[in-house]
């Protein structure tokens, strides 16, 4: 691996251009540059572990705010349980309308016990849907690289996960997580039925493929497009439009992969993916597999766009309320999709490249929360291992652009 975390994709969408962090160190800091570029920025800390993480990355973004000449402007607002608690639903108006008028969404994580038996439309993750849906953001990119120093953590053989590196692109706002008609009913013998339907137009096939061969043609050059298209009708139109669009970049090797098959193969051989499209049910699946190849999903990040408008960032791993409290989280994947947001939402590269720069730092430097942590290495907690980033940050070299 290189000096610097690189997830090998550049955007495709047009970009816009509560703890305070005092440094502990005894030096006076002056901006790299004046403050030129000013950003408002959504943090919805959530539930569990939620406003753990989001602390330590929002306070990742004011150092690296001082040291680039970035003013930020942080909106703090409730979502999930949170929300529910405080005004008996999942995603406020007042949440969505602060998400929609800023520059870019930082999200910590949602849901947990005390809200698994609410009805549907007053649990956590309805709320997320909502959000998604009100930003009109339709594509999730969840990168999946194996870092060298973390090879050992993985729970498959070195020899298949060193080197992993890939990028999964998922349908967001379509198919079976959205589709009508859904609901309950009874059959002619008074049997109860849940039932779903997974949809998929033709205009929403095309933009995600799309994305995903911009993907590819800045990654390696190889697309698989994952499907049920031997079964499911949605699959072969899915299957027809992706085959079609590939005639737009016939420098980009397509391919096509069954889901049962495609889950196998990504605890095979991982190595033979380099970009992975798929839709909204088979991507949240995948996705998560994927994520536990690389040792922890407590390390990965996620980025979601839409054609305009603010981009949502988060972890993807849920708000794991067992430890929440504990300071038992890992921060990293927050942390990096703070570098996310920095790259893909707002076009600040070299910021996140300092960003990512300093994960790495701090791994090479040998601290580990509980998730990654191996014998010999310091065992910390979350406000320690954010701490050592940003003490990564500050004497990161920023890296040309």
């Not at 602060?98 to 549907?120: F, M, P, R």
């Not at 798929?278 to 536990?292: K, P, Q, R, V, Y």
Request: aromatic share 6%; hydrophobic share 40%.
């Amino acid at each position: 691996m290189a000096a610097s975390l690189q997830f090998n994709f550049k955007p495709v969408f047009p970009t816009k251009s509560s703890t305070n962090y005092a440094p502990k160190f005894n030096t006076i800091r002056c901006s790299a540059s004046p403050t030129s570029k000013s950003y408002s920025i959504t943090l919805l800390p959530g539930d569990g572990i939620g406003p753990e993480v989001i602390s330590v990355a929002k306070n990742a973004l004011q150092l690296i705010a001082s040291l680039e000449g970035i003013k930020f402007k942080f909106n703090e607002m409730p979502m999930g349980g949170a929300a529910l608690d405080l005004t008996g639903v999942p995603l406020p108006e007042e949440t969505l309308l602060s998400a929609e008028q800023s520059d870019a969404v930082l999200l910590g994580a949602i849901g947990g016990y005390k809200w698994d038996k609410n009805e549907k439309h007053l649990k956590p993750e309805t709320g997320l849907l909502q959000l998604r849906e009100g930003l009109k953001v339709f594509a999730n990119l969840r990168p999946a690289t194996v870092l060298p120093q973390l090879v050992d953590a993985s729970t498959l053989k070195k020899e298949v996960a060193e080197g992993v590196d890939l990028m999964v692109v998922r349908e967001l706002t379509g198919g079976i997580y959205f589709g009508k008609p859904r609901g309950f009913s009874t059959n002619e013998n008074g049997e109860e039925l849940g039932f779903n339907t997974e949809v998929y137009a033709a205009h929403e096939i095309d933009r995600i493929a799309r994305v995903a061969f911009e993907t590819a043609r800045k990654r390696h050059g190889k697309l698989c497009s994952v499907d049920k298209a031997n079964v499911l009708e949605a699959s072969m139109l899915w299957r027809k439009r992706v085959s079609m669009i590939a005639s737009e970049y016939p420098d980009v090797e397509l391919s096509h992969m069954y889901v049962d098959n495609a889950a196998m193969q990504l605890v095979r051989n991982p190595k033979q993916f380099d970009t992975i499209v798929t839709n909204n049910i088979f991507g949240d699946i995948l996705s998560d597999e994927a994520s536990m190849i690389t040792g922890s999903i407590g390390m990965l990040p996620s980025a979601s766009l839409g054609e305009s408008g603010p981009g949502l960032f988060e972890p993807i791993h849920g708000s794991a309320p067992d430890i929440a409290g504990q300071d038992k989280a890992n921060p990293l994947a927050t942390v990096l999709s703070a570098a996310m947001l920095l790259k893909y939402g707002l076009g600040e590269e070299k910021a996140a490249q300092r960003i990512e720069a300093a994960v790495l730092d701090t791994l090479n430097r040998g601290f580990r929360t509980g998730d990654i942590h191996s014998a010999g290495l310091n065992l910390v907690g979350c406000k320690e291992m954010g701490e050592q980033v940003l003490k990564s940050i500050d004497s990161t070299v920023p890296a040309a652009v």
